[in-house]
Structure formats: structure tokens, C-alpha cells
């Protein structure tokens, strides 16, 4: 029986929120098995004093009109302290200082993975008494971050391995971040929302300028981005092993490719304020423009967008449908995969000058960590509160990425992702907790249900 | 109880949509978007619903009217978004029916179509099953239980967790009745669904009298059972008339 089309739409939409989803799952199970001692902690000392703490360090005893303009205070400066260095990063790469940003990240990871990481897993083993010894631990520590800045820019790693360090930094920063008080937490996502969006989109936005810059050197931008790059067959996902062996060594089996590259996180503390955006991706090729028509089926899940062939010698590229799946192109005409292979190998090759190809070459969504911190910050302070809220932010958020990815199809060019999810998320979650939890625990506990 | 029994709660609610999802939905991505979108609804549906009886909350637990009225109308509005919902899902039909066209792959099957119904309904089946259920599970991985007054029979949560699996049943194949009615223009599906869903609703408020969950809990599962031989059938029909 032919494959039917629901077999394969939606594969990149999925391919990015599953790690958003994994992330935001593992903070919330870090925030519940890890709060309890927190408490028991932080209930006498002082709050400690960070980035985002500067001006006001909220205690549970202040009224609330002071704890609402201290927490906009900090969240004022905190966005300030972002917008700064967000600046000087732009600076420092337009001055090609590339390599120097390049190492800087690999420090921070090294702090991030080592340090934070390292009190993480502390409270871990304090928490469940896992019996460990010193050495032992710090050995594994140590191996536990030197691969993960290994596997940052190096060739030759898995990608499985990348994203899934990734992924590991989104969580240790997201369960740092928690540990914020309540009201500063709030102002300080909703802020950075705002400044989210004024970077990405403002004629004079930092993050703009850099991508702006990136792609008129056509380079990878200098960014710890989370690249979820399709996977050459979809056919992987139905097992057809011919066609494995046919697209060999271009990729990882089944998963996604993953292509970070430098970025300037900071110190642990005060980054992620550049709450990363969808960079580009999806492109088309020239000659399938029509495909933008007002219908919405090509903005369904970024479908075929990317691998189309830049292959304007011959090979795939060119059908009269706009929309090629890989799939199709391998089955249907031989020497296709030859082709594509080197192309798929080889990410950087640019067809030519224009944007619209650069966009085409980069396959794959990307998402910048930032969002995935902050999409967990949300979710980790809903866990705070209650499980409900937790859904509840946890389909706003997803439900916001939807609505970017669609939107980053129609647009063409790099979007933040940060606004749409955690406004609804903040709705979501005050929505939740002020009017829907009396109505729900009212009718579960008299077994009415409906 | 403990971490052990509040999982094992938690799978008595979600178990058999978890072996649905892993084993239908997960395989094809826009399944798993569709879960995600219907279950949007329903929770859009029910922060709407308790916006509008806010301000009667919390209703005195003596007299059982106020909550036949809020049962009433929480599912004739839910009720009214599934007609919504199969509104759009014609359009988003005709898109994809488009799209294949251009693509030069078939048309949606009949399983397909079968199978977004399904995956949209599992989506409104776990949001009843995670927001009436595993949200209040939390104090069951704790050392203690708690029983109600009502139900002194079993635990609070095994309650919950029996009557939410009747409903996930409920929901998740009322979805694929539903589709197939308004597709095939079959009135008697198209109401058997809301009646069916009103007759649950209803079913539950038997709980409200002392011991009456004894009672009312059987009718529920009779109820699901009604919905899935009904599913069955039609399905079945279906599939071999083409």
C-alpha cells in the first residue's frame, strides 16, 4: 500500500518539540524530587544574590506592591545587563573575533557543565542517599563535562550525543534559574519576552544585526542553537532498510542532525538573556515560490521545505510539484542520493549569493537554548505551584511554538520565540490557577465528573 | 500512598491511551500534533467554563442541582466545540487533500481519516484524564491516602482514577463516532455522541449520594462499553464495505 502523506507532515515540528518537551519534563521532575530540601534550606538563609537579583532581594515577609516594583526592577536591569553584552557579542563578531567568542563559549560550557552541573547532581545524591564516593564522583564529573564541550564544536560526534548535551545545559540552567523568587521569576520572563522581541524584530535589535551579519558572511551564526536538521529519509522512520543503505554515511540513523556552533553564553548567570529565536530555515527553492501561495498546505509542518535539491543540477530538485520530500527524491530517481549526500555532507556550500538559497541550505529548525531555558523556567515555576499549572503552561508553550514555527513558514526570516509561548504561558498559567483549579478540585472531590 | 501507588494510579487513569499512543500515534508526527491541539481545546474549553461559573464556586456540596446545571452545561458547551472542532478539521482536510495532490501521494484513506479522529480524541481523553485526575494525585506519592465521605469504599484516588480511565474510554472513541457521523451525515451518531457524553455526566452525580458510587461507577463502565461496541461496529462496517 503507498505510504499516505500523514506518515510523514509534521516530522519537524515533532523534531523540535520533543526535545523542548524532554527538557521541560526533566526540570519539572528536578524542581518536585529536588524542592523539598530546598526549602528546608533557603528557609531561614538569606535569598543569594544574582544577575537577576540586583536591586531587590525578595523575602516571603514583604508587602506586595514592593514585591511587585522590586521584581520589575530587577527584571528592568536584568534585560539591561542582556542587552549589553548581547551588544558587545555583536561587537566582538563584527570585529571577527570569531575565534575568541568560539573559545568562550567552550569556557562557559565547561563552567555551566562542571559547576552548576556539579551542585545539581550534589543535591541529587544528597536527596536520595546515593551512596558515592568523593573520587568517584568527581571523576565522573569530569569525564561528564569534558565530553560535553567536546561534543559542542567538534566534528565527528554523534549527533544524538550533541543534542543530547544540549539539552543537558537547558535543564541545568533552567533548574538554576527556578531558584529565583516568585514575583522576580515572573517580571523577569515576561521582560525578556519583550526584549525578545524587540531584538529580533527592531531595525536596530542586537540579535538582528547578528543575524543580519551571519548570514551576509555566510556563516553559522555564533550561537549555542539547537539545530534539529531533518533527517535525510523519513523513510527511517518505516524501517526500510534499502533505503538506509543507500543514504549510508550521510546521516545519523533516524534521529536529527545537530549543528552547534559558537555562542556566547556568558557566565552562567546573566546569559541566556539571548533568548535565542527560530533562526531561518525552511528555505524553498527559487522556482517554487508559488508554494507560498494563500493556501495553507505549505505551511503545514515545514514539510518539504528544505532538502530540495539547491541541486539545480538536475538530479531532484526540479518537479513540477513544489514540495519534494526526501523520501521521494530517493526513491524516484537514482543518482539523486549521490547528490544529495554531498550536498547534505557538506552544510556550509552555498548555491549562490542570495538569501533565499543561504536560507535553503540551512535546513532544519533551529531554536536557540535560551528558549528552551526559559520555556522550562515557566514550566519549572508552574511545577511550584501545582501539577495542573504545569499542563496547563506546559500546552501553552508548546501551542506558542506551534503558532512560531507556522508563523517563522510564512515569514521567512529569523523570528523570536520566545513572546508567543510565554505570554500564553503566563495567561495559561494565572488563568489556571485563579479560576480553573477551585472548579476542578470542586467537582473531583465530589466524584463528579465529566 | 507512596511512589509506587501514585503510579500506579496514574497508569490505571492513562494506561490504555499510553499503549494507544505509543503504539498508533507516536509513529506518525501529525497524530501526535493533533493530541496536542485537541487537548488544547479541551482545556481552553474547560478555563472557559470555569470562568463562567466562578463566581458560583464553591457550590454547597448538600444539594445536588447547582451540579446537574454545571454538568449540563459544561457538556453542552464542550459538546458545541466539537462541532467546532470537525469544522476545522474538514478544512484542514481539504488542505491536506491539496497538498497531496501536489506532492503526487494519495489522498487521505479512510484509516487516516479514522485515525486523526481517534488521536483527536485521545487528546480530549487525556486532558480529562491528566486535569480531573493526575493533577490531584500528587498528595498520593506522599506516605498517607485519603478517602471521601461519599465513597468510604476505596481511596479518593482509585476512585478518580477508575471513573477517569471510563472517561478516556468515552472521549477517545465518542471522537471517532462523532467524525464518521458528521462525515457520513448519520444523525443517529450524531447525537448518540452527546447523549451518551450527558448520560456520563449525569451518571456521575449518582456519586453524590451516600454509597452511591457502588452504583455509579458500574453505570459508567457500561457506558464505555456501550460507546466502544457501538465504535466497533461502525467501524468495522465501514472498513469492509470499502
Known sequence: MESSILDSIGSEIIGVMTPVSLCMLLVVLLVYSLSPSEQSLSGASDPFRTAANLVYLERPDDSSTQKLEGAVLNALVFVILIAIVTFLLVLLYYYNFTNFLKNYVRFSAFFVLGTMGGSIFLSIIQQFSIPVDAFTCFVLLFNFTIVGVLSLFSGGIPILLRQAYMVCMGIIMAAWFTKLPEWTTWALLLALALYDLFAVLAPGGPLKLLVELASSRDEELPALVYEARPTVSENERNRRSGLRFLLGGVSDSGSVELQVVSRDNADGRENHGNPEYSAVNVGTFGNEMHERSSDEVERLPLVGHLRDGFSSSGSSSDRSTSVNRENEIVMEEEMSPLVDMSLLGNNRQRASDSLENSLITDRGIRLGLGDFIFYSVLVGRAAMYDLMTVYACYLAIISGLGCTLILLSVCRRALPALPISITLGVLFYFLTRLLMEPFVVGTTTNLLMF | ?242
Open chain 2, 1 to 242: 500512598m507512596t511512589v509506587a501507588a501514585g503510579i500506579g494510579y496514574a497508569l490505571i487513569a492513562l494506561g490504555p491511551s499510553l499503549s494507544l499512543f505509543v503504539a498508533v500515534i507516536s509513529k506518525k508526527p501529525f497524530l501526535i500534533l493533533t493530541v496536542l491541539s485537541s487537548t488544547l481545546l479541551w482545556l481552553i474549553s474547560l478555563i472557559v467554563l470555569s470562568g463562567i461559573w466562578r463566581a458560583f464556586l464553591p457550590l454547597k456540596s448538600t444539594t445536588w442541582w447547582p451540579f446537574a446545571l454545571l454538568i449540563i452545561s459544561s457538556v453542552g458547551f464542550q459538546e458545541g466545540l466539537r462541532v467546532l472542532f470537525w469544522k476545522v478539521y474538514k478544512r484542514l482536510e481539504d488542505t491536506l487533500d491539496a497538498f497531496a495532490d501536489r506532492v503526487g501521494k494519495p489522498r487521505l484513506f479512510l484509516t487516516d481519516k479514522m485515525q486523526i479522529a481517534l488521536a483527536g480524541g485521545l487528546g480530549h481523553g487525556v486532558a480529562h484524564a491528566v486535569f480531573f485526575c493526575l493533577s490531584l494525585l500528587t498528595p498520593a506519592f506522599g506516605p498517607a491516602t485519603f478517602y471521601v465521605d461519599r465513597c468510604p469504599q476505596m481511596p479518593f484516588f482509585l476512585i478518580s482514577a477508575i471513573i477517569a480511565l471510563a472517561f478516556v474510554t468515552i472521549h477517545t472513541f465518542s471522537m471517532v463516532i462523532a467524525f464518521n457521523g458528521y462525515a457520513e451525515g448519520n444523525t443517529t451518531d450524531q447525537y448518540f455522541v452527546p447523549v451518551v457524553h450527558l448520560v456520563a455526566g449525569m451518571v456521575t452525580l449518582v456519586n453524590f449520594a451516600s454509597g452511591g458510587c457502588v452504583v455509579g461507577i458500574p453505570l459508567l463502565y457500561i457506558l464505555a462499553s456501550l460507546i466502544l461496541l457501538h465504535c466497533g461496529k461502525m467501524v468495522w462496517r465501514r472498513l469492509t464495505a470499502s
